[in-house]
């Protein structure tokens, strides 16, 4: 399909070869739309007349920009829309220095694009293998952006449904939240596992959506996802929330709340009055640029962003001490008690005994303890290839231990059963460090000293400790084959948490 | 450096004199080949299908039974089986249309063609028009592509075959109905010509052979000589 640009009474459009008129105004094209020059966006435009499927089409593109292929409308359904500018075109791939640019996640790694014979512009077109996933698009496929009116919410009667009482510390947070919606700042909330990260939002998420602001809920973790889901639908009863993850059913809801992984936000833009980022450090969010361009992309000018960690990542600390970025902390468990403080452990060489098929004597010691004495425990091993020859050697002395990586289908199963106690035992890689709770456990680092386990990581493996208030007190052990600075780093940032606590409590 | 097709890691390839003379051409990195799992041991000769024995294969025997499907095709060759990692592969290349990922299978495919059909005449099963524009591309026009640039090269390819009837997908179907699909989806393209020619048909997939040998029935009415196939997975 190739696209031209028309003049329509004053305004010049591009529209589709199929849907112009045989006397139109041509001033550019018929040509592949990555080779017509880029028009202005119009802003606001307010449709004259009632368009059919107008609502249908303004729920599935509104604050969005969509492949055509992604829409459920045909050319013909769009043409009003199109003349009327309500929605535009815009070419999914430009040409950027000397390679491309995606529209969509905003990669221009010359690796990430691939060539092909194309049976729609029976051309060679070059694609985005980034963002694959969610649809081809390619330097011959159209972007549609939305230009109207957004939908009407009912957020006169937002209600939040939650009595439960604040830390003096959540207490805080909670207020400088508010503050930061109202003034679309910045905030990064410092606050440690288990601080009750996810309370302190709902007085500000309350106050945002009774203003009407569209607001997004956005982290790397699937998991995190379809953990808040629930518990924000609960505590939010009248509001419209959608979940976006991978598998969602509710990619075309234009609900006042979203929830999403990093990655969904690509199909955003400017549409968001305030961002929260849950679990801001997390792999791939830093890992990708494109993700960090992917939330940018899909808030308004003028937002408030507020990032949410218990490990902020080197760069944001940075801003903090350089005081563009204020910053709230939580040094302070929800219970009260300080955080479980690790000690370390060394194994020697820890790798050639797993070669020879046994376990350091300390680990399996540890291990047995566990078993023995009925305390769940966590064991993190640095990568997959490690996970299932130690996993293996436990099994062979308590079958019931079980491993799982982020490439498990069971992974979900796995950790419930754990969860219920059938699992006494559960190796795992990093892909359990963030977002599980299960009371009572404690937690060994078998190879701390690998580099996968930086200090962030540590933090919030030590963070799965003690969580609840009936059992505060843990075991974290880092078993090494020689101290790193990312394990002195963690345990100091630990103990500094600790003392920080202290004085203020 | 080079990166993996499908996982994007990178890939150190072994130095050889090919890799130091021609350039390198965009791979699979060892361990996604390694989880790809190659047919290998008893086959049944006519339809690559892994078993115990190599002898022809029940399904293959009903096929040769019936008068109407008998000899038309006299072998398929498939490379690999249709495991988990291969149907993610499938469905990354085929279904999300990540057409690069095809080239991971040049190798492979061209060796399959200089060993068993040499001198064969390539013939891509065709896609109709709207699955076409759809899809964007045609990943057996891709395997057939590959033979073009096969050192010797092969004959040229012949788009012999039109698919002038727009189906439901046939992955959407059971056995059954793929079988007795009476339907016949393929026409002869009159301006190609294949007389007395040897042709090597090109899919991805053989999964109950209907699809082949609907196309080798059109393509022998048109005077073919011998027809066999290549295809990537044996379903």
């Known amino acids: 399909m190739n696209y031209c640009h028309v003049r329509l009474k004053s305004d010049v459009r591009c529209l589709p070869e199929a849907l112009v008129e045989n006397d139109a105004d041509i001033l550019a094209g018929p040509d592949v739309i990555s080779r017509l020059p880029a028009l202005p966006t119009p802003s606001h435009v307010i449709p004259s007349v009632s368009i059919p499927f107008y609502d249908d089409v303004q729920a599935t593109l509104f604050g969005k920009e969509l492949l055509y292929e992604e829409m459920e409308y045909s050319w013909g359904i769009l043409k009003p829309f199109l003349e009327t500018g309500l929605i535009t075109l815009k070419s999914g791939l430009l040409p950027y220095k000397k390679g491309f640019c995606c529209q969509r996640c905003h990669t221009t790694s010359k690796k990430s694009f691939g060539c092909f014979d194309c049976f729609r512009c029976h051309k060679k077109c070059v694609y985005c293998r980034h963002c694959i996933m969610m649809g081809r698009i390619s330097t011959c496929s159209v972007l549609l952006r939305w230009n109207g009116p957004a939908p009407k919410y009912h957020y006169n009667d937002i209600l939040l449904k939650w009595d439960g009482t604040f830390s003096n510390g959540q207490q805080k947070a909670a207020s400088k939240i508010i503050e930061t919606i109202l003034e679309q700042a910045d905030i990064l909330v410092w606050a440690v596992c288990g601080a009750g990260k996810t309370e302190i939002l709902f007085s500000g998420l309350e106050q945002a959506l009774r203003i009407g602001q569209r607001v997004l809920i956005t982290t790397p973790r699937t998991d995190v996802v379809l953990e808040l889901l629930p518990r924000l639908r609960k505590v939010l009863p009248t509001t419209s929330i959608a979940g976006l993850y991978g598998d969602s059913e509710e990619k075309h809801n234009p609900a006042q709340l979203i929830i999403a992984t990093t990655h969904q936000t690509m199909r955003f833009t400017s549409t968001f009055d305030t961002v929260i980022i849950d679990e801001v450090d997390a792999f791939p969010y830093t890992a990708d640029h494109s993700l960090t361009q992917a939330v940018t992309k899909a808030k308004k000018q003028q937002a408030a962003t507020i990032h949410l960690t218990a490990t902020p990542t080197p760069l944001l600390k940075k801003r903090v001490n350089a005081n563009r970025l204020p910053c709230v902390r939580i040094p302070q468990r929800y219970h009260g008690f300080p955080l479980p403080v690790p000690r370390f452990q060394w194994i020697g060489s820890w790798q050639t005994r797993i070669e020879n098929r046994s376990l350091p004597a300390s680990c399996n010691k540890w291990s047995q303890e566990h078993i023995e004495q009925n305390i769940p425990a966590f064991l993190f091993v640095p990568s997959v290839a490690v996970l299932e020859k130690v996993t293996d050697l436990l099994k062979e002395q308590w079958p019931a231990v079980e491993g799982v990586h982020s490439g498990d289908q069971e992974r979900l199963q796995k950790v419930n059963q754990f969860r219920k106690g059938s699992i006494p035992l559960l190796v795992t890689t990093t892909i359990l460090e963030r977002g599980v709770t299960i009371p009572g456990v404690d937690v060994a680092v078998l190879g701390a000293e690998s580099a996968i386990f930086t200090e962030s990581a540590l933090v919030q493996i030590a963070g799965r400790a003690g969580r609840s208030k009936e059992q505060p007190g843990a075991d974290v052990v880092y078993f090494h084959f020689g101290k790193t600075n990312g394990m002195v780093a963690a345990k100091r940032h630990i103990t500094t948490m600790n003392r920080e606590s202290n004085q203020k409590g | ?235």
């Open chain 2, 1 to 235: 450096m080079s990166y993996c097709l499908y996982c994007g890691e990178n890939t150190t390839p072994l130095t050889s004199w090919t890799s130091l003379f021609l350039p390198s051409s965009p791979s699979l990195c060892s361990e996604c080949v390694a989880s790809l799992e190659r047919i290998t041991g008893n086959v049944c000769p006519t339809c690559s299908r892994p078993q115990t024995s190599a002898t022809v294969c029940e399904d293959c025997l009903r096929w040769e039974n019936s008068s109407q499907w008998s000899g038309l095709l006299e072998q398929n060759y498939s490379l690999y089986m249709y495991n988990e990692k291969m149907k993610d592969v499938i469905a990354r290349w085929k279904y999300r249309g990540d057409a690069v990922i095809g080239y991971g299978f040049h190798q492979p495919v061209v060796s399959v063609y200089n060993k068993y059909f040499n001198g064969y005449v390539p013939v891509p099963i065709p896609l109709s028009k709207e699955r076409a524009e759809e899809r964007g591309f045609n990943q057996s026009e891709m395997l057939a592509s590959f033979l073009q640039r096969a050192r010797p090269p092969s004959p040229s390819i012949e788009h012999a075959l039109i698919r002038s009837i727009h189906e439901d997908k046939q992955s959407k179907k059971s056995r059954q109905e793929r079988i007795h699909s009476v339907i016949q989806p393929f026409q002869f393209n009159k301006k190609s010509s294949i007389k007395g020619k040897n042709i090597v048909l090109l899919d991805d997939i053989y999964t109950t052979g209907t699809t082949l040998r609907k196309a080798a029935d059109i393509l022998k009415k048109h005077g073919a000589k011998k027809i066999c196939s290549i295809t990537l997975i044996r379903g």
